[in-house]
């Protein structure tokens, strides 16, 4: 495939963001709220799952970083998972109930990763066939 080096790139990039993103709102999510001026949840296992599961994501993507064939299908999770949040935090930015235009940020930040993600999966689709 072509353009392989630059897609490792990607893939470790989105690894380190969420990574850092989910252990920040983990470890920190008072001080990121505070910061911000934004109410906290009055329980913290909100803030926790979601932060669990964007650290988990990260380390999903290193995954296919360090090997881009065998992980095609977690890319595909990837590009759902992208989707999904994309979608949620802009109808909820849409809607006027997002906490802070840091969770729009944080969309479209994620909207680059999934049309960088959909290019990849495209790519991959066409060298296959360039193959067979």
């Known amino acids: 495939m072509r353009h392989r080096g630059f897609y490792r790139e990607v893939f470790i990039v989105a690894a380190w963001y969420d990574m850092i993103l989910g252990l920040a709102f983990f470890l920190v999510y008072r001080g990121i709220y505070s910061l911000f001026s934004i109410q906290p949840p009055d329980?913290?296992?909100?803030?926790?799952?979601?932060?669990?599961?964007?650290?988990?994501?990260?380390?999903?993507?290193?995954?296919?970083?360090?090997?881009?064939?065998?992980?095609i299908d977690i890319v595909k999770i990837g590009v759902i998972y992208k989707a999904v949040y994309t979608g949620v935090a802009f109808y909820h930015w849409a809607a006027g109930t997002l906490p802070h235009p840091m969770f729009a940020l944080f969309g479209l930040l994620d909207l680059v990763f999934l049309l960088l993600?959909?290019?990849?999966?495209?790519?991959?689709?066409?060298?296959?066939?360039?193959?067979?």
């Open 117 to 132: 993600f959909i290019l990849y999966l495209r790519g991959v689709g066409i060298a296959a066939r360039e193959k067979g």
């Open 43 to 71: 329980n913290p296992s909100y803030v926790h799952l979601a932060a669990a599961f964007v650290f988990v994501q990260g380390i999903a993507y290193y995954f296919i970083y360090r090997n881009l064939e065998r992980n």
